[in-house]
């Protein structure tokens, strides 16, 4: 047999074989920090959420004091799961299943028929599991340990090396908020969001309003910072240029674009901030899901702004491919969307990898050095070098 | 058993009008271990005062992580023996004879640790709160932290400038709101609240400063029925016992006086050897033992630093504080043998 294809430092069986996806989902995505949402998605006493974090699922719940509580959504009983994806509970959570009830605090409180079906049940034993969360960058965490410890342990090497946004004065714009599924693996996904080198190229006229040539860029533990200024042109009158209104100082100006660990991608950029949650559904299915926030300002403010830089971006995005060259209509490298471009290119990508004749060239030596970085972060985790 | 050891007072500063001092110690480099102290610790002193001894247990209101010397803050109580004699006559220069610091409620920071810190405190009780706030300023740089400070009026505030001086240096972790309980303020200073902290207070410091950083924790420190009452309203609105840590401030003990003691003979367990001594009515069980010529544990004398502790095994007695105590020690027959005057004609001690 000739030797295992590789995808430089990850074997190619990594990007589509299910037993590769099982292992991640355990080594991985079921042992760290799990992005569950953000932080005004729960905003008062009662209200839940859940979230599924690799293997586990989790849900969220505020207490009267205003402090959320994580626990494994898992009924003690034989269980069920206790509750669906978000909602708001009085006192109490009931399993639908038997009717077993917990309060806020996951104790189990009252079990129906107790005296005559489960005469010396120790209830005080059957409490929820308990998980770990908190609150980071205006966006909610959970840890399926409920000694997970800080989150700064996790997070905080990489954090001064992210954007100077003042996240929590941003509000969401809930219009753009959107959820697609990519044909590609998880990797392939983040890759992309990596890749240094594709940026001239694939996105050619779509980010030319910032200045590649001058990014800086690393890893700080698994997490990868990345921070490029604007091009001359679109700073010379970012006033008037910025699509959205400003959300940092003239002095601070540019793009952060990380990707933390696993799959948490953030666009913190001059005019917004957002964020690009890539969850694995299978070895060659993703989920993304962009939220975004802008300047806490009024409409009026957005329509003025939009109307003085219209003039810029009409003439600054352009497709990849001409109109005339496009297949159709929605051909995503006729769009001027990057988003539309990267998908297009992770999928293309992925399409081949099944391919016998398919076999990875040289790898770009600084532009594509995240690429291998971040397959180097997978194998430790998929190791058990890391935690 | 802890020694007492000669401590050269550095400087004393009089604070809010002459009403409280601080008095700032120099440790020697040979103690300077043995005088390592955790934000909320206290210090036990012993003077001499018209030919008695007198020991009294204060807070330390300096954090061990700011580079300032070990500080006490002595506010005056009416008729306070010691609170006036230091108020009136500790000087810098001064001998005090100092057992080492003590305590179980305290706030160790931690480098990468990021929690919310609410503390509630009142009066004096500030000093072990400011110790620990100014610690987590100092050694904890994810965390923000919350003060609700209760004072009489704005002549009353012990710290003012030292909290608008950390306030000003942390603005985006640190807010210190005062309330404020005398109800003319022609003062020209906007507290946060009037009144006290009650639970309306309360609710409104949490409902305004709701935690970011989900680990929470709770300190409170204040006089009198304070403590009780602030940790009832947090439980009220489920705030886990396990995050609540309080302590009646070394002055300020809820001493409960209306118990007469009886005479009794008692039965002492003491390292390894059986005495039987007489108890006066007008003496606790640490004064009966120490006239009748035996040597048991003890500091304070004033029931914060649990030092005294002994296990009643037969017999009741009224303990007038028991604030070193958690309740479910006292059930498994703990006292405090400083505290403890005895109710029934025999009793059975024995020291752990
Ligand atoms: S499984 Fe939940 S009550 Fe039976
Ligand atoms: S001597 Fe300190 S509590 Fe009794
Ligand atoms: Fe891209």
Redesign the interface.
């Known amino acids: 047999m000739s030797e295992k294809k590789m995808m430089h430092v990850l074997p190619l069986e990594a990007y589509t074989s299910q037993a590769w996806f099982d292992r991640e989902q355990e080594m991985i995505f079921s042992k760290t920090w799990a992005y569950a949402g953000f932080a005004e998605d729960i905003s008062e006493p009662g209200q839940y959420i859940s979230v599924q974090a690799g293997l586990n699922n989790i849900f969220i719940v505020m207490?009267?004091?205003?402090?959320?509580r994580a626990f494994h959504n898992i009924c003690r009983h034989r269980g069920t799961q206790l509750i669906r994806a978000v909602g708001k509970a009085q006192k109490a959570l009931t399993c639908p299943y038997h009717d077993w009830t917990y309060d806020?605090?996951g104790n189990l409180i009252s079990v129906p028929e107790e005296q005559s079906e489960f005469k010396d049940l120790d209830k005080s034993c059957l409490g929820l599991k308990k998980a770990s969360?908190?609150?980071w960058r205006g966006m909610l965490f959970v840890h399926p340990n409920p000694d997970a410890?800080?989150?700064?342990?996790w997070f905080?090497e990489v954090e001064p090396h992210l954007g100077p946004h003042n996240i929590e004065e941003l509000v969401e714009y809930p219009d753009a908020r959107v959820e697609y599924e990519i044909k590609a693996n998880w990797k392939i996904v983040v890759e992309n969001y990596i890749d240094v080198y594709h940026l001239a190229h694939l996105h050619s006229g779509t980010l030319a309003m910032y200045d590649h040539a001058k990014a800086e860029y690393g890893f700080f533990g698994p997490h990868y910072a990345f921070w490029e200024p604007l091009s001359e042109d679109y700073a010379k009158d970012i006033e008037k240029n910025a699509p959205t209104p400003l959300v940092l100082p003239l002095d601070q100006l540019g793009a952060s674009v990380p990707m933390l660990f696993p799959g948490i991608g953030l666009a913190e950029s001059e005019s917004n901030w957002a964020t690009f949650i890539i969850t694995p559904l299978g070895p060659q299915l993703s989920r993304v899901e962009n939220r975004v926030r802008l300047k806490n300002a009024s409409e009026w403010e957005f329509q003025k702004q939009q109307w003085r830089s219209a003039s810029f971006w009409s003439k600054s995005i352009k497709g990849k491919y001409s109109p005339e060259a496009a297949e159709h209509d929605d051909d995503p490298m006729a769009s001027g969307d990057f988003t539309a471009e990267d998908i297009y290119a992770c999928e293309q990508q992925q399409k081949s990898l099944k391919s016998p004749y398919f076999e990875v060239g040289a790898s770009a030596q600084n532009g594509e050095s995240p690429v291998r970085q971040h397959q180097q972060v997978v194998l430790d985790f998929v190791e058990g070098r890391y935690l | 058993m802890s020694d007492f050891h000669r401590l050269k007072v550095q400087d004393t500063k009089s604070l809010i009008g002459g009403m409280a001092k601080s008095v700032m110690f120099e440790v020697s480099t040979e103690l300077t271990e043995t005088f390592l102290w955790k934000a909320g610790q206290h210090l036990t002193l012993r003077f001499e005062l018209n030919g008695e001894e007198q020991r009294r247990s204060y807070s330390i209101s300096s954090s061990p992580f700011s580079g300032d010397p070990l500080r006490i803050t002595v506010k005056r109580v009416k008729d306070g023996l010691v609170s006036n004699h230091i108020n009136d006559n500790v000087k810098a220069g001064d001998i005090i004879e100092v057992m080492p610091p003590f305590g179980g409620f305290y706030l160790e920071p931690?480098e990468?640790?990021?929690r919310t810190h609410y503390f509630f405190g009142a009066g004096s009780g500030i000093t072990p709160l400011f110790s620990m706030l100014d610690s987590v300023m100092c050694a904890e740089p994810?965390s923000v932290a919350y003060l609700a400070y209760g004072n009489k009026n704005h002549k009353s505030i012990i710290f003012k400038d030292e909290f608008d001086a950390l306030c000003d240096a942390n603005k985006d972790r640190l807010a210190v709101l005062h309330v404020i309980s005398d109800s003319s303020l022609w003062s020209g200073f906007t507290p946060w609240r009037k009144g006290i902290i009650d639970k309306a207070a309360i609710e409104a410091l949490?409902?305004e400063n709701?935690?970011?950083?989900?680990?929470?924790q709770y300190y409170i420190c204040g006089p009198g029925g304070m403590n009780t009452a602030v940790k009832t309203a947090?439980m009220s609105?489920?705030?886990?016992a396990d995050r609540i840590h309080m302590e009646s401030y070394g002055g300020m003990v809820e001493v409960d006086d209306s118990v007469k003691g009886r005479a009794a003979k008692v039965e002492i367990a003491l390292q390894g050897q059986t005495h039987l001594i007489n108890m006066a009515a007008d003496q606790t069980v640490l004064q009966a033992a120490r006239a009748a010529g035996l040597s048991p544990p003890f500091s304070c004398q004033s029931g914060v630093c649990g030092a005294c502790r002994g296990k009643l095994n037969k017999g009741t007695v009224h303990m007038r504080a028991s604030m070193a105590l958690e309740d479910k020690e006292i059930q498994q027959g703990a006292i405090l043998t400083c505290q403890s005057v005895a109710t029934s004609d025999s009793l059975s001690i024995s020291y752990g």
């Open positions: 207490g009267r004091d205003r402090r959320l806020l605090e969360v908190d609150m410890g800080s989150i700064m342990e905080g | 931690g990468t640790k990021r994810y949490i409902n709701p935690p970011y950083a989900q680990d929470a947090l609105f489920d705030v886990p």
